[in-house]
């Protein structure tokens, strides 16, 4: 998101607790109020979360999403009510029959995380009842170099360029049968930017709309090193999955002339050549 502004001409202010941005808390009204306050945004993202689903994350998930989206728009409504606010929703907090997700479908609370979600979306909807630009893209399965290594993605990414300089390692997966989508993260920035635009839409699933299960995310990465990924790869027993499919309704989005451009076979490319989060 922070390189598609700057191709755009936005002047960013990158807000984390760790990392080289500048160093702020999301869970903090004080800090949070300071922030707008003081720089009157006219574009907020709220992307700050913690992506697993375990019931360990409980209050940090809590925390981040719902309490810091309650900071956020009680901040912009008291000192910048002209500001777009975009609110990161997830395709894990619908109820789930494997069928294609829409923004319009049922809410269904099946872990911590997605409990976050669900009460930051309807506090979202309260302040947009106050007048405020408060925007949700619930977003699938957005993938890039930039992923972390525990991501099933960039494990396996990570691993195959490992295999390629002569490893003998072994991946250990869980049902790799599982689908969801593998949609390059450049285009889900860019279906955000679309959503935001917009002054009359203002939730909408940014998905590709197409799903892939791992067992294909691992024949287009070891089809670019030519080896076979079976001999590389061994299932954990007993593994039961959060789901077995999990696919967007795109049907909203790309009414607003969003498409996503970049396929598995070029994301695949782009994760086993990038080198900046390669791990030795």
């Not at 395709?91 to 479908?105: H, K, L, S, Y």
């Not at 969801?180 to 279906?191: L, R």
């Not at 635009?197 to 990465?221: H, M, P, R, T």
């Amino acid at each position: 998101m922070n390189e598609l502004c700057s191709l755009k001409g936005i002047e960013t202010i990158g807000v984390s607790r760790t990392g080289t941005w500048l160093k702020s808390d999301i869970t903090s009204y004080e800090c949070v109020e300071q922030l707008i306050k003081e720089h009157l945004p006219d574009y907020i993202f709220h992307l700050a979360a913690n992506s697993s689903t375990r019931h360990d994350t409980l209050f940090e998930n809590h925390e981040t999403i719902s309490t810091g989206t309650l900071n956020i728009l009680e901040s912009v409504k008291r000192y910048s009510p002209e500001s777009r606010v975009f609110v990161t929703g997830s395709g894990v907090q619908f109820e789930n029959t494997g069928r294609p997700i829409a923004e319009t479908d049922t809410f269904k609370a099946t872990s911590p995380y997605s409990i976050a979600r669900i009460q930051s979306v309807y506090a979202a909807r309260y302040f947009r009842l106050l007048g405020l630009r408060v925007y949700v893209g619930y977003l699938f399965h957005h993938e890039s170099p930039l992923r972390r290594p525990n991501h099933v993605s960039q494990k396996i990414a990570l691993a195959t360029k490992r295999i390629a300089k002569g490893s003998n390692e072994v991946i250990e997966l869980g049902d790799i049968s599982v689908e969801k989508e593998w949609t390059f993260a450049g285009d889900v920035a860019k279906g955000i930017f679309t959503l935001i635009g917009q002054d009359a839409v203002f939730e909408a699933v940014i998905g590709s709309g197409i799903a892939y299960s791992i067992e294909n995310w691992l024949e287009q990465c070891f089809g670019l090193i030519g080896k076979d990924w079976h001999d590389h790869v061994c299932l954990r027993e007993g593994f039961t999955p959060e789901y077995k499919r999990l696919v967007s309704n795109p049907k909203t989005i790309n009414s607003l002339g969003w498409f996503p451009t970049v396929g598995l076979p070029d994301l695949a490319k782009r994760m086993i050549t990038d080198t900046s989060q390669e791990i030795l």
